[in-house]
């Protein structure tokens, strides 16, 4: 008897569960290159036998580029009329699995837990660096990592207040602290979710964004199972996309928690105005309501931290990570001080291009449209990126990618290329830590993140350009580009 073909959704379907699986395993394994020690309390499991660097790295190198297949194959397998729901399922079990593991990939969490301990105890964690408190001798903030042990938070205070209320969930314990963190990261994910299945009605519309959100193994493994703070960022920004039209007071909230927490996911605001403008609905009662709904949560959040609230962050502006466009050019010589009107000329020139392919259609597909465009354009340019920011981009880009078959003509191009782009950038954050790892991951790991993730980044920033102004001069001559860029049959 004949094996039958590997199609799509098979393809799509087992690189899904391999991705997940050798993740899980990293996880399960304990502290490593990849998974910082949690010490004792209750919380996240782990075996405790602490694997070699090489091996986690290949787990992670073979999930990361796993995850990068399943959503290609699941992107073809879509546009061929496929309805994911297994493939959901998978995604949400890993996501809980992930939850009851220890985080894998960095050693954020204890940045979080730290500045969660500092504000818990009435510290300040904008002025108070986490080698500083109490001596330098509690329990939660001296397990940070370097290089993070002497620098303050740069997250907002509405982030702030959450890693405080996970600190009092978690006591004295670095683990149990984590393990609080997560299950609210898990809370917010899985609510996301939701609110994507009842929000679009459409089943291949809901196909679409269910694959590229709920149930993307690179978001899944990199961003939920690190407990990143872009995760509660991210699933915001889509509830304020999400609930804007009929519900502006829940979207201001929910705006307030995702700017709150990292200011660029700011970019949502602007789409939905945007899309509230050309929708008809940009009404003083509407504004008033959506404003007061961010105001609840942003007024005593920022009287709470205070002044020095943004002080790291305006300190982080000025720094480059190794994988980024400027990179090379810094270290060629450029002034630090261009940085910033670099990301913005990144981010026009990729609003010039794409503009027109993405923002249109109805309001919701507008509005994360625009918010698509800043973020697509903002993360190319920037000069500090790191791959669990792609959370700020790939909630719009669900909604924006989702609309009807009409508007196909920016489909599979821009997933393939932001997808090729994430899967690569993720290969050079592995296996994680700054240390732990032999003399031969750390040459083979960061020789990647510095001789080739800029040429990475260098490379999607040109085809993401120059493949929008191709389409753009199409549609503008009024040409069908719909079927070559969609990838059906």
Known sequence: MSERPLTPVRLAGGCLVLSLLCWAVVALAGPSAAVPPLGGGAGSFDLGLRPSSGLVTALLAVSVLSGGGALLAGWRAVARGWHPRRFVLVALVGAVLFTLLPPVGSADHLSYAAYGRIAALGGDPYSQPPDTFAGGHDPVTSAVRD????????????GALLMALASLGGGDSVRTTVSC??????????????????????????????????ANPLLLTVGLSGAHADVLAGTAALATLLAARRHPFWAGVALAVAVGTKLPYGAVALGVLLAARAGGYLTRGWLLRGAAGALLLLVPAHVWAGPHAYDQTRTASRYVSLATVWRPLVEAGMPRGWLLPGTVLVMAAVAFAWWRLLVRGDALTRAAGVSTVLAAGYLLGTAYELPWYDLLLWGPLALALAAPSSAGVRRGVLTGVLTGRLTLLALAYVPGLVDGMSPSVEALTLGYRKEVGPWISWSALVVVLVVGLLLRRRIGRGDTVGHWVEGSP
């Open 147 to 158: 290089p993070w042990r002497s620098t303050t938070s740069v997250y907002g205070p509405v």
């Open 181 to 214: 963190w997560q299950v609210l990261l898990l809370l917010a994910w899985l609510a996301s979710a939701l609110a994507l299945r009842v929000a679009v009605r459409d089943p291949q519309r809901r196909a679409r964004a269910q694959l590229l959100w709920t």
